[in-house]
């Protein structure tokens, strides 16, 4: 085995015989809670990610030398460069015959099943003519005859490999993507093109060009599989034999995301390449290790902009006191930054304003205190480092957003106070180690009117809403709007494409790019930093959003670039560590230990938000005792969480008797049982009327996950689309996620396994908001202390603890109540909506609300524009025609006279004067019902209603959502609709009277003065009028914006 300092060196794919023993290696470098010096922090971190990288390529070494041990590949020779292709792929002389007489090829087993990955042998002709020869390779390696110069202790189970192909083939069967008879090159990149009969000077001198030209170097595969195989910064082992012997071998990265059309991919050697040991043409083997972009990204990182010339709170992060030993921490070439450390403003001013938005926003005493750290970081001399603990629900995004405008009211002041010019450069940069934690602090930036920030990556990953405001990472402008076209081309909601199409119209104009270097926040991912946009621009602030669940050095990428002064850090060293896949950590205190960790054991202090606003109190008591020592609080209380279904449990566990654990062939584990269940549960709520977005499923294994996918699609009878609004995920994939309902599947029957784990259960337990409903055999569980504790809980509930099968059968007989009921009176079926469920869940930010989101796509349905003065909490009425009275009816029988909303003019629907007509223009009006008289409904409630001159209809009708308008259509001559005042609610057109313009409905009044701007805001019921979707009224826009469209 390779010893611990070759682990932490250069990167190496180590020797056969160093990698025969099987025991797992693990990272053992030892990450100090404070460093003596930057070049110490430096090499600490390094070695961390170089560690973790040579002990990928040790575990690939190792599989790939196993598998070729159990290979002969003596009479393997190796096709000359150019030569016939079927003399690669052609069967070798000691490949059974087929039924033809013809050597037959080996092929791989793709197939899930017991025999996945297992060769054999099968008719190497085309399809048509293939005969039904079949036989396994191993079976035929132990039946075929000993040959005198084998071994019979080495040699009798080899399965004998005589080509590229069936090398290949076979080395895949252990997960080694192996390309055999590579040709490797290194040329100039200029191609001018042949000189023909140029004169002699001119070839000389296009000889010297490319001489002094930078080589680069290309290695041509021998096959191309599909594009997302390949990706930027992959690792290649290249060597010149099979045995991939280090002498022979060198280490390195691709340079762009793929094969060209000539199968061609520029390699740039990490180690290990001497040009003097390699032919500038040559044919050689390579093995398609991993993708390396965040490590090597990391790498670079650290080695380049990791000093504190250019990163001036570097010495705050290596010492709590760094003032103490400047020189040990700087070094002789340290010169301090020229930019001042705090804001030129009073100190009387800075409070003041922190108390306005606290009052402002409504936080609580946790996020004040926040906030006041934060405004002594940037306007006095506090630590430039401030640590926000934020527990589940906590609202750590809306604080966020709240900060930001803060911080920008700040920023402006100052630059008003500022006399000599010397300051003006105060940006906050919001980073995060994704797509959706960046974007949720947007849309809450979004939602409280603050829209001067531009969003830097890729356009596809981007939030809907938040891409009007966004810049492409590349600077191809043809590539952005080749992208957003192909969106509106998908599956996208009628909101989404008019952020799309605003998009479009932004980037055509190039707004956004020219604000770039111009407003005050932007927001990008931990791995879109080095996007060539913004690497010139700095940022003294950096807002650093779950940093709980990235490695320090992945922290360090957006404030290392970016000339940090004052840093926040936001996230829960309680929940899920960042995930380090490939190798494990012999401690605590390796790469799985983040920066917010560490500072917190050097002395910063957290600020712990304590109130949670998302869980039900009985759910949020399980994580407050088992993992937060009773410290938290709840900012809502039961009534604020009411069942979504009539007995349906706040907190159960469903115990399954009959469970029983599997293996699939990955490692990972599934039980069909329990997955049944899951899949009951699902098809029992959507049948009742629960929306597929109110419902969460997690689990603790992949393997489950694809279990109950495949049981929901056959056995659910609503269509995909629906099925794929429920999130079905391991706990890693739902961590800052949330659903009213969460359906916890635990697997395991046998043995805890990994979710014996605190960070992991934390998580698990805590994305619900109405119901957990934890499903798992009880017996097993109880015997674990962690699991113990939680049916525990469960059983102090009436309800707690149900018996899978007696629960199934009560459910099945009410499904089959419900299902007879509708059938006796299909007219009469209420139509299930969560609108009291909303109107509570408003209710939960009077103080401050959360910003946690079910998820990206759920926030559309939420931001849209509305008419000013209008209510967004109204629902639609339904109002029936009297065709004797000619009269509009209530619900409630009371016919309605008119029409109004506070104190605008009624529309009056009493019968006009003879010489009174409604003419023919046919009017679309949106208004609101308010109490004029007594017989006029008590409660505002939004109205649409259609006139059309042609016909009269006795009964409303239905245009999506299921909303109701009411059908005047003609009126006969006789029979008038009283003096409608429509003089402001239309517009004059060219080809008739009166013509409404699209798209534009405001309140009805009686003066054109009177009419509110139309020009910047829509009502929202132009979303009930307009759209063909069949969701529940409750999903009306209720966010105003106002120019955001």
């Known amino acids: 085995m390779m010893s ?16 025969h023993s099987g025991s797992v290696r693990q990272r053992e470098i030892v990450i100090p809670v404070s460093f003596p010096s930057v070049s110490s922090y430096k090499q600490i971190m390094t070695e961390a990610v170089k560690e973790h990288l040579n002990i990928l390529l040790l575990e690939l070494s190792h599989r ?20 016939n292709p079927s003399e690669r792929t052609g069967g070798g002389g000691g490949n059974p015959p087929c039924k033809h007489g013809q050597p037959a090829k080996m092929v791989c087993v793709k197939k899930d099943g017991p025999n996945k990955g297992r060769m054999f042998y099968a008719c190497n002709n085309q399809r048509e003519n293939q005969c039904k020869f079949f036989v396994w390779a191993d079976q035929h390696a132990a039946q075929a005859p000993q040959t005198s110069t084998q071994q019979p202790s080495q040699s009798r189970a080899k399965i004998a490999l005589h080509n590229a192909e069936s090398i290949e083939q076979f080395a895949r069967t252990n997960q080694v993507h192996l390309y055999c008879e590579c040709q490797l090159s290194r040329r100039g990149s200029l191609n001018e093109g042949p000189l023909g009969s140029a004169p002699a000077w001119i070839k000389k001198y296009r000889a010297q060009r490319v001489n002094n030209t930078t080589k680069k170097m290309y290695i041509k595969l021998d096959r191309k599989e599909h594009s997302s195989t390949y990706a930027k910064d992959d690792l290649w ?115 003041e304003l922190v108390e306005d938005t606290i009052r402002l926003y409504h936080l609580n005493p946790d996020q004040s205190s926040a906030l006041h750290q934060v405004a002594g970081m940037v306007g006095g001399d506090d630590p430039p480092v401030t640590l926000i603990h ?93 992208e957003l076209q192909e969106m509106l081309k998908g599956d996208l909601t009628v909101n989404e494409k008019q952020f799309v199409r605003k998009s479009i119209e932004r980037h055509r104009l190039g707004k956004n790019k020219e604000m770039l270097s111009q407003v005050k926040v932007i927001g990008v991912t931990c791995a879109a930093c080095s996007f060539p946009c913004i690497k010139n621009l700095t940022f003294p602030v950096v807002l650093l959003d779950e940093c709980s669940q990235m490695t320090e050095p992945s922290s360090l990428l957006p404030m290392a670039r970016f000339g940090c002064e004052k840093l926040v850090l936001v996230g829960d060293p309680h929940q899920l560590d960042p995930t380090i896949q490939g190798s494990e950590s012999a401690h605590k205190s390796g790469l799985e230990q983040t920066l917010f960790d560490r500072l917190s054991l050097m002395g910063y202090d957290p600020i712990m938000l304590r109130t949670q606003y998302r869980c039900h109190p009985c759910i949020s008591s399980l994580a407050n005792t088992l993992f937060y020592d009773g410290q938290l609080l709840d900012g809502v209380i039961e009534e604020d969480r009411p069942p979504l279904l009539p007995n349906l449990p706040t907190l159960c566990f469903f115990n399954i008797s009959h469970g029983r654990e599997m293996s699939a062939r990955d490692g990972s584990y599934f039980n069909d049982p329990e997955a049944s269940f899951v899949v009951f549960l699902i098809s029992s709520m959507m049948e009742m009327g629960i929306s597929p977005s109110d419902v969460g499923v997690i689990t603790l294994y992949k393997a489950q996950v694809s279990r109950i996918r495949m049981l929901l699609q056959t056995a659910s009878t609503q269509n995909s689309s629906e099925l794929k609004a429920i999130q079905i995920s391991t706990v890693d994939a739902f961590q800052g996620g949330e659903k009213s309902i969460i359906i916890l599947s635990c697997v395991r029957t046998q043995r805890v396994g990994f979710i014996d784990s605190d960070k992991r259960t934390n998580v698990a337990l805590t994305r619900s908001k109405n119901h957990l409903l934890i499903v798992g055999g009880m017996k097993m569980l109880s015997d674990n202390q962690l699991w113990g504790e939680i049916v525990h809980k469960c059983q102090e509930r009436s309800d707690g603890i149900q018996d899978s099968k007696a629960f199934q059968k009560q459910w099945e007989e009410r499904l089959r109540e419900l299902k007879q009921d509708a059938d006796l009176e299909p007219a009469e079926r209420p139509r299930r909506t969560r609108g009291k469920r909303r109107k509570l869940e408003r209710s939960e930010r009077e103080h401050s609300p959360a910003m946690s989101l079910d998820s990206i796509d759920d926030f559309v349905s939420s931001v849209s524009p509305s008419v000013s003065g209008i209510s967004n909490a109204c629902k639609p009425a339904v109002l029936e025609m009297d065709c004797s009275k000619n009269t509009l009816l209530h619900p409630t029988g009371s016919p309605i006279s008119s029409i109004g909303y506070d104190d605008l003019p009624c529309i009056d629907l009493s019968t006009p004067p003879e010489d009174e007509r409604l003419s023919n223009a046919r009017l679309k009006m949106d208004c609101m019902a308010s109490p004029r008289s007594r017989e006029v409904v008590s409660a505002t409630i939004p109205v649409a209603f259609q006139v059309d001159n042609t016909t009269y209809s006795p009964h409303p009708y239905s245009e999506g959502h299921d909303l109701p308008l009411v059908n005047l259509d003609t009126v006969p001559k006789d029979k008038d609709i009283g003096d409608a005042k429509r003089g402001a609610n239309h517009e004059e057109s060219s080809d008739s009277e009166g013509v409404v313009s699209q798209g534009r409905r405001v309140p009805v009044v009686q003066e054109p003065s009177e009419m509110p701007d139309a020009s910047i805001s829509y009502s929202p019921l132009e979303h009930v009028v307009d759209s063909d979707s069949e969701e529940s009224d409750e999903d009306l826009p209720n966010f105003n914006i106002g120019n955001i469209l």
């Open 237 to 351: 082992i290249i060597t010149q034999d099979l045995t991939f012997d280090p002498s022979s071998s060198f280490v390195a990265k691709s340079m762009f995301h793929g094969p060209s059309s000539t199968s061609e991919i520029e390699i740039e050697p990490l180690t290990g390449y001497s040009p003097s040991n390699w032919s500038t043409d040559g044919s050689v083997y390579g093995i398609l290790a991993c993708n390396a972009s965040s490590e090597l990204t990391c790498l670079g990182n650290l080695q380049e902009y990791v000093n504190p010339r250019t990163f001036p709170i570097l010495p705050h992060l290596i010492s709590c006191e760094p003032e103490r030993n400047p020189s040990s921490l700087h070094g002789p070439a340290f010169v301090k930054p020229s930019r001042s450390r705090c804001l030129n403003l009073p100190a009387s001013l800075i409070i």
């Open 390 to 482: 934020g527990v589940f629900g906590a609202g750590k995004s809306y604080l966020l957003a709240v900060m930001v405008l803060f911080l920008v009211k700040l920023f402006k002041l100052s630059e008003e106070s500022e006399t000599t010019g010397q300051e003006g450069g105060w940006k906050v940069l919001i980073a995060s180690t994704t797509n959706v934690a960046v974007d949720r602090i947007l849309l809450g930036l979004l939602e409280l009117g603050f829209e001067d920030f531009i969003r830097v990556g890729s356009l596809r990953k981007i939030a809907k809403p938040v891409l009007p405001y966004s810049v492409h990472a590349s600077d191809k402008e043809n590539q952005e709007m080749k």
């Open 4 to 19: 611990n300092i070759g682990m932490r060196g250069d990167l190496n794919f180590p020797a056969a015989d160093t990698v």
């Open 64 to 83: 790939y030398h196993s598998t070729m041990e159990k290979a002969d590949i003596t009479s393997y020779t190796k096709t000359h460069h150019g030569g």
